[in-house]
C-alpha cells in the first residue's frame, strides 16, 4: 500500500524542551504539574539497580547451587583455568574477580546466611 503524503492529515507542532514530543498534546496545565517536584529531585541518585555483570555466577534460585559455586570459586586448590571453563569467567585478567577470590579464601564466614 503507498501512501501519497499529499493526503496526508497535517498537525502543526510546537516541541519544547527538555521532551521534544511530536505529538500534539494540551498543556493547558502545565503550569500546574511544573509546581510540583520532578522525579530526579526526589530521587537524586540514578541507578539500573543492582548490576553484578556475573548474574548468571551469582544469583541462583537454589541456595545449594548458589554456595556449591562459590565453594569452588573460593577453593584454593581450584585453578583459574577450571573456574574459568566451568563458570566463564575471566578471573586471570579482572583484578575485582581476583580480589573477590582473596575475600573468599580469607572469610571463614562466607555461607550465605
Same mark, same amino acid.
Given at each position: 500500500?503507498?501512501?501519497?503524503?499529499? $493526503?496526508?492529515?497535517?498537525?502543526?507542532?510546537?516541541?519544547?524542551?527538555? +521532551?521534544?514530543l511530536f505529538?500534539?498534546?494540551?498543556?493547558?496545565?502545565?503550569? !500546574?504539574?511544573?509546581?510540583?517536584?520532578?522525579?530526579?529531585?526526589? +530521587?537524586?541518585?540514578?541507578?539500573?539497580?543492582?548490576? $553484578?555483570?556475573?548474574?548468571?555466577?551469582?544469583?541462583?534460585?537454589?541456595?545449594?547451587?548458589?554456595?556449591? /559455586?562459590?565453594?569452588? +570459586?573460593?577453593?584454593? !586448590?581450584?585453578?583459574?583455568?577450571?573456574?574459568?571453563?566451568?563458570?566463564?569467567?575471566?578471573?586471570k $585478567?579482572?583484578?575485582?574477580? /581476583?580480589?573477590?577470590?582473596? !575475600?573468599?579464601? /580469607? !572469610?571463614?564466614?562466607?555461607?550465605? $546466611?
Amino acid at each position: 500500500m503507498t501512501h501519497d503524503i499529499s $493526503t496526508t492529515d497535517w498537525k502543526e507542532l510546537s516541541p519544547k524542551s527538555e +521532551f521534544y514530543l511530536f505529538i500534539p498534546r494540551d498543556e493547558s496545565l502545565l503550569v !500546574n504539574y511544573d509546581k510540583y517536584l520532578k522525579v530526579p529531585d526526589i +530521587f537524586p541518585i540514578n541507578s539500573v539497580g543492582i548490576v $553484578t555483570a556475573k548474574d548468571k555466577f551469582v544469583i541462583d534460585q537454589k541456595r545449594e547451587d548458589l554456595e556449591r /559455586r562459590i565453594g569452588i +570459586f573460593r577453593d584454593e !586448590n581450584t585453578s583459574d583455568d577450571y573456574i574459568e571453563q566451568e563458570f566463564k569467567l575471566k578471573i586471570k $585478567t579482572d583484578k575485582r574477580l /581476583r580480589n573477590a577470590k582473596e !575475600n573468599l579464601v /580469607r !572469610n571463614p564466614n562466607w555461607r550465605l $546466611t
